[in-house]
């Protein structure tokens, strides 16, 4: 099987104003071709010899794959997080919402 041309990028962020911030720049740059924004979430994760828990909002990129490695650096610039979370995964889309998410990153 070929690999996915698109590609999913999750990043949580303290709060929502960090989130937008982050979200509007990697759309403007065409890094990604939709950011979706989803508040409220829980994370639970091992820092600094203990186990904490955050209220964090998490940011659901979706970009070609061509552009991937780019928007994880992007991302990673734009964070305020000393070691933020960027998860990256293959995705498969249908022809029209896949024909769009590569055009909508085309220099």
């Not at 104003?17 to 639970?44: D, R, W």
């Not at 734009?78 to 919402?97: D, F, N, Q, R, S």
């Amino acid at each position: 099987m070929h690999d996915a041309p698109l590609r999913l990028v999750l990043s949580s962020f303290p709060d929502d104003a960090s989130a937008q911030l982050a979200a509007h720049t990697v759309v403007a740059e065409k890094l990604a071709a939709c950011v979706q924004i989803v508040p409220g979430i829980t994370s639970v994760y091992h820092w600094e010899n203990g186990i904490h828990s955050s209220q964090e909002v998490l940011a659901i990129c979706k970009c070609p794959a061509s552009t991937a490695a780019a928007l994880a650096d992007r991302i990673l610039q734009l964070h305020p997080y000393k070691v933020p979370e960027i998860v990256t995964a293959p995705i498969h889309a249908t022809g029209p919402y896949l024909a769009w998410a590569l055009a909508s990153c085309l220099p």
